[in-house]
C-alpha cells in the first residue's frame, strides 16, 4: 500500500457491527491478504470501547 492509501484508511470510520451494536470506529492497524493471482482484502483490526478487538474487511482489492 502507498503510504497516502494507508494513512487514509487508518484514518477514516468504518461502521463495526458487533453483538448488534454498531459503533463507527478508526482501525488500529490494517493489512493486505492477497494470495498470487487472486482478488485481495483489507482487513483491519478495530478497539471496541469494551476493550475487546474485533478485526473486519474494510476493502476488497482487484487480482
Known sequence: MDQDV????LNKEYEVVYEGKRFLLKPAKAWVLQPPGKPGVIVALFKLPNG????KVIARLPP
Open 52 to 55: 475487546k478487538t474485533v478485526r
Open 6 to 9: 494507508a494513512e487514509e484508511i
